[in-house]
């Protein structure tokens, strides 16, 4: 079993920082691609920001230069770092991961959520 756990949600103003983590726990060989995606409300989950296993990343275009993703493979940590955020960041953020999982010599890849972080912004 593999859990995702986000933290660092909070309110803030416009203008102010946060930053998410997500910890993967469990039975974990390995981490692939890890991403940070949000749901605002009656809007559809969107990709905010990715990072591969060899620390290349994408950004959605709305947070580029203000968000910055990364990952610490040794504690099996992804972070987001939000500068500058504005009203309309406010979302539930939740973190994705694909993680490899060793049982005896079979290696299994799936795709995991966390259970979500609530960011809120005041302007």
């Known amino acids: 079993q593999v859990q995702l756990v986000e933290s660092g949600g909070g309110l803030v103003q416009a203008g102010e920082s946060l930053r998410l983590s997500c910890a993967a726990s469990g039975s974990i060989f390995s981490i692939k691609a890890m991403a940070w995606y949000r749901q605002a409300p009656g809007k559809q989950r969107e990709l905010v920001a990715s990072?591969?296993?060899?620390?290349?990343?994408t950004y959605t275009d709305s947070v580029k230069d203000r968000f910055t993703i990364s990952r610490d493979n040794a504690k099996n940590t992804m972070y987001l770092q939000m500068n500058s955020l504005k009203p309309e960041d406010a979302a539930v953020y939740y973190c994705?991961?694909?993680?490899?999982?060793?049982?005896?010599?079979?290696?299994?890849?799936?795709?995991?959520w966390g259970q979500g972080t609530q960011v809120t912004v005041s302007s």
């Open positions: 990072i591969t296993g060899s620390r290349s990343t």
């Open positions: 994705n991961a694909q993680i490899t999982s060793r049982e005896a010599l079979a290696f299994t890849v799936n795709d995991y």
